[in-house]
């Protein structure tokens, strides 16, 4: 299988620094969008078939192998099977939380959280969210997700500006997604999860791959990284179901979602396999 070529100078600058020195490489990826294709409800998602088994297979060869998500890290964990990657860390909630060799540590829930969940449905209710609004309570986050309504974009415009207001007097910030709108707290994202665990395992080269607008920061984080001398690739996960606004643009590579992100992981271990 052919490796793609990235299509910026920076990135296969990256790949041939990967491949040269896997043993300092770090390479991450988005759960939901890259590693699992986006579907209706996401208590049903699950990883692309075969993709979780090349994760593992790479972590033999790579320095490390990460997952940086929105979801709480167990339930990624749980999901994606994930604990079958030897060596895998998982960075939940946008780095507050991370599960590792089965073990998890996390941030203390700010009072907020509990603020939203107690004003949330009422707000909803009150606003005649459509049928299909959906809230996925995670913890010390709540998303509110419209994918399931007769016109998505529709009844994320409605709700909003409401979730912007009840976020602000909450002390909590908005992330907004693929059709979802979560409310979540503050002080992490994962550009400074993904910078954080680079500069922990001292990692040599690295690559990130995404699909959504809270995998931005990791992308600007890669960007950084390189001025300060680490070579770094992001890859986009694109789909017919669509990666969001600007993560396109924003890549070095751009594969055709999951399925295009195990084609590639295909060829990473089989060029990795022939040193
Ligand atoms: O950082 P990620 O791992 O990409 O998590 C981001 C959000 O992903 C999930 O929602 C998205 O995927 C769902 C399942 O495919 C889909 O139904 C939904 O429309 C997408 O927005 C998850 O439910 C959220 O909690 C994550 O924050």
Redesign the pocket.
Same mark, same amino acid.
């Given at each position: 299988m052919q490796l793609p070529a990235p299509g910026t100078t920076e990135g296969r600058a990256a790949l041939a620094a990967l491949l040269s020195d896997p043993a300092r490489a770090l390479v991450a990826f988005?759960?939901?969008?890259?590693l699992?294709?986006?579907?209706?409800?996401?208590r049903d998602?699950a990883p692309e078939p075969g993709i979780v088994e090349l994760l593992a297979a790479l972590a033999g060869r790579l320095g490390t192998v990460a997952v940086?998500? =929105? %979801?709480p890290a167990a339930t990624?964990v749980r999901l994606g099977g994930l604990d079958r990657v030897p060596g895998i860390v998982v960075l939940g909630h946008y780095g507050a939380e991370r599960w590792e060799d089965g073990r998890e540590t996390a941030v203390p829930v700010p009072p907020g959280v509990d603020l939203v969940r107690a004003e949330l449905p009422g707000l909803l209710d009150s606003l005649g969210a459509p049928e299909g609004t959906w809230v996925?309570d995670?913890g010390r986050s709540l998303?509110v997700?419209t994918?399931r309504t007769a016109e998505p974009d529709a009844a994320l415009d409605l709700v909003k500006p409401h979730l912007v207001e009840l976020a602000d007097r909450a002390g909590l910030r908005v992330?907004p =997604? %693929?059709?979802?709108i979560?409310l979540r707290p503050a002080g992490v994202d994962?550009g400074a999860a993904l910078s954080a665990l680079v500069a922990e395992r001292a990692a040599g080269s690295v690559l990130f791959g995404?699909?959504?607008l809270?995998?931005l920061p990791a992308f600007d984080a890669v960007v950084r990284l390189r001025a300060e001398g680490v070579p770094g690739l992001t890859v986009c996960s694109a789909s017919a179901t669509g990666e969001a606004a600007g993560i396109a643009e924003a890549a070095d590579l751009v594969v055709q979602g999951p399925a295009g992100l195990a084609a590639f992981l295909g060829g990473l271990e089989q060029a990795l396999a022939r040193g």
């Open positions: 988005d759960f939901d969008g890259t699992a294709p986006i579907v209706a409800d996401p998602s940086v998500t =929105g %979801r990624a996925e995670k998303a997700h994918r992330e =997604g %693929r059709m979802v979560e994962k995404g699909d959504d809270g995998d």
